[in-house]
Protein backbone atom coordinates (compact mmCIF):
# COMPACT_ATOMS: atom_id res chain seq x y z
CA UNK A 1 0.00 0.00 0.00
CA UNK A 2 1.49 3.27 -0.86
CA UNK A 3 1.11 6.24 1.36
CA UNK A 4 1.18 9.35 0.77
CA UNK A 5 2.19 12.67 2.88
CA UNK A 6 -1.73 14.25 2.39
CA UNK A 7 -3.03 10.42 4.10
CA UNK A 8 -4.18 10.52 7.38
CA UNK A 9 -3.77 7.74 9.69
CA UNK A 10 -7.88 7.37 9.57
CA UNK A 11 -7.01 7.18 5.70
CA UNK A 12 -4.78 4.43 5.76
CA UNK A 13 -6.64 2.15 7.33
CA UNK A 14 -9.42 2.56 5.99
CA UNK A 15 -7.63 2.17 2.79
CA UNK A 16 -6.45 -1.18 4.11
CA UNK A 17 -9.89 -2.03 5.32
CA UNK A 18 -11.73 -2.08 2.06
CA UNK A 19 -8.65 -3.37 0.41
CA UNK A 20 -9.25 -6.41 2.32
CA UNK A 21 -12.75 -6.24 0.86
CA UNK A 22 -14.11 -5.91 4.84
CA UNK A 23 -17.28 -4.14 5.03
CA UNK A 24 -17.15 -0.97 6.98
CA UNK A 25 -19.25 -0.74 9.49
CA UNK A 26 -20.19 2.83 10.45
CA UNK A 27 -18.15 4.68 13.24
CA UNK A 28 -16.58 1.46 14.20
CA UNK A 29 -12.89 2.51 12.29
CA UNK A 30 -12.94 6.11 13.95
CA UNK A 31 -14.02 4.86 17.40
CA UNK A 32 -10.87 1.75 17.35
CA UNK A 33 -8.92 4.22 16.02
CA UNK A 34 -9.49 7.12 18.63
CA UNK A 35 -9.25 4.59 21.40
CA UNK A 36 -6.10 3.03 20.12
CA UNK A 37 -4.52 6.66 19.33
CA UNK A 38 -5.66 7.56 23.02
CA UNK A 39 -3.54 4.68 24.46
CA UNK A 40 -0.59 5.24 22.54
CA UNK A 41 -0.81 8.78 23.77
CA UNK A 42 -1.05 7.70 27.52
CA UNK A 43 2.15 5.81 26.82
CA UNK A 44 4.54 8.32 26.05
CA UNK A 45 2.90 10.84 28.43
CA UNK A 46 3.66 8.17 30.95
CA UNK A 47 7.36 8.11 29.80
CA UNK A 48 7.91 11.85 29.17
CA UNK A 49 5.50 13.23 31.52
CA UNK A 50 4.53 15.81 29.37
CA UNK A 51 0.77 16.41 30.84
CA UNK A 52 0.78 16.51 34.45
CA UNK A 53 -2.54 16.23 37.02
CA UNK A 54 -0.95 16.95 40.38
CA UNK A 55 2.64 15.57 39.50
CA UNK A 56 0.92 12.34 38.15
CA UNK A 57 0.69 11.67 34.79
CA UNK A 58 -3.19 12.57 33.26
CA UNK A 59 -4.81 9.35 31.54
CA UNK A 60 -5.50 9.67 28.23
CA UNK A 61 -7.41 6.14 27.36
CA UNK A 62 -10.23 5.64 26.22
CA UNK A 63 -12.02 2.47 26.03
CA UNK A 64 -14.59 1.05 23.64
CA UNK A 65 -17.57 -0.89 24.88
CA UNK A 66 -19.57 -2.57 21.93
CA UNK A 67 -22.64 -4.14 22.58
CA UNK A 68 -24.39 -5.23 20.09
CA UNK A 69 -26.05 -9.02 18.86
CA UNK A 70 -24.27 -11.77 17.88
CA UNK A 71 -22.42 -11.94 14.49
CA UNK A 72 -22.30 -7.96 13.93
CA UNK A 73 -18.73 -8.08 13.47
CA UNK A 74 -17.42 -6.69 17.09
CA UNK A 75 -14.71 -10.20 17.46
CA UNK A 76 -14.06 -9.06 13.65
CA UNK A 77 -12.82 -5.79 14.14
CA UNK A 78 -10.86 -6.51 16.86
CA UNK A 79 -9.11 -9.08 15.57
CA UNK A 80 -8.93 -7.03 12.35
CA UNK A 81 -6.90 -4.00 14.62
CA UNK A 82 -5.58 -5.79 17.35
CA UNK A 83 -4.59 -9.85 16.60
CA UNK A 84 -1.21 -10.86 15.88
CA UNK A 85 -0.16 -11.97 12.34
CA UNK A 86 -2.78 -9.89 10.70
CA UNK A 87 -3.63 -7.42 12.41
CA UNK A 88 -3.01 -3.64 11.40
CA UNK A 89 -1.48 -2.59 14.79
CA UNK A 90 0.52 -6.20 14.78
CA UNK A 91 4.22 -5.23 15.40
CA UNK A 92 5.69 -8.10 16.76
CA UNK A 93 5.99 -6.18 20.22
CA UNK A 94 8.74 -3.42 18.78
CA UNK A 95 6.34 -0.94 19.63
CA UNK A 96 4.32 -1.92 22.05
CA UNK A 97 2.01 -5.77 22.70
CA UNK A 98 -1.30 -5.73 20.87
CA UNK A 99 -3.62 -8.93 20.96
CA UNK A 100 -7.34 -10.25 21.48
CA UNK A 101 -8.08 -11.75 24.76
CA UNK A 102 -11.49 -13.97 25.36
CA UNK A 103 -10.68 -15.90 28.52
CA UNK A 104 -11.31 -14.39 31.66
CA UNK A 105 -10.62 -15.91 34.77
CA UNK A 106 -8.85 -14.03 38.13
CA UNK A 107 -5.62 -15.66 36.63
CA UNK A 108 -5.14 -15.21 33.57
CA UNK A 109 -5.73 -11.83 33.72
CA UNK A 110 -3.70 -11.18 37.24
CA UNK A 111 -1.34 -13.45 36.88
CA UNK A 112 -1.40 -16.78 39.48
CA UNK A 113 1.55 -19.00 41.19
CA UNK A 114 2.55 -22.35 39.71
CA UNK A 115 5.15 -25.38 40.82
CA UNK A 116 7.33 -26.30 38.04
CA UNK A 117 8.66 -29.73 37.39
CA UNK A 118 11.66 -29.04 40.16
CA UNK A 119 8.81 -28.10 42.74
CA UNK A 120 10.02 -24.43 42.48
CA UNK A 121 7.35 -22.41 42.44
CA UNK A 122 6.91 -19.85 39.26
CA UNK A 123 5.06 -16.70 39.31
CA UNK A 124 2.77 -16.75 36.02
CA UNK A 125 1.97 -13.05 34.71
CA UNK A 126 -1.49 -11.99 33.62
CA UNK A 127 -2.62 -10.78 31.07
CA UNK A 128 -2.37 -7.20 32.86
CA UNK A 129 1.38 -7.24 33.19
CA UNK A 130 1.99 -8.90 30.10
CA UNK A 131 -0.08 -5.43 28.39
CA UNK A 132 0.69 -3.03 31.05
CA UNK A 133 2.66 -1.10 27.90
CA UNK A 134 0.22 -2.22 25.48
CA UNK A 135 -3.37 -2.57 24.11
CA UNK A 136 -5.67 -5.72 24.70
CA UNK A 137 -9.09 -6.03 22.72
CA UNK A 138 -10.95 -8.02 25.49
CA UNK A 139 -13.73 -10.09 23.14
CA UNK A 140 -16.30 -10.37 26.15
CA UNK A 141 -17.45 -7.39 27.58
CA UNK A 142 -19.61 -9.26 29.97
CA UNK A 143 -17.07 -12.03 31.64
CA UNK A 144 -14.75 -9.02 31.79
CA UNK A 145 -17.48 -7.48 33.78
CA UNK A 146 -17.98 -10.54 36.14
CA UNK A 147 -14.78 -11.20 36.52
CA UNK A 148 -13.83 -7.48 38.33
CA UNK A 149 -17.26 -8.04 39.81
CA UNK A 150 -15.78 -11.11 41.77
CA UNK A 151 -18.37 -13.55 39.90
CA UNK A 152 -16.60 -14.65 37.02
CA UNK A 153 -15.93 -18.59 36.37
CA UNK A 154 -12.86 -19.78 35.67
CA UNK A 155 -12.53 -20.07 31.92
CA UNK A 156 -8.63 -21.19 31.17
Known amino acids: MKITR????YDVILREVTDRGVYVC???IER???SIGSHV???CNLDHRLFLKGRIPANFRTHLVYISPSGWSKSFYFRLFLKHVYGLLWNDNHLFPVDVHSTFSVASWFGTMS???SGEVEERKGVFES??????GADDYQALIEL???RGVGQD
Do not use: E
Request: glycine share 8%; no cysteine.
Open 6 to 9: DDTI
Open 26 to 28: PNV
Open 32 to 34: MSA
Open 41 to 43: MNL
Open 115 to 117: TNN
Open 131 to 136: YKRGVI
Open 148 to 150: FDG
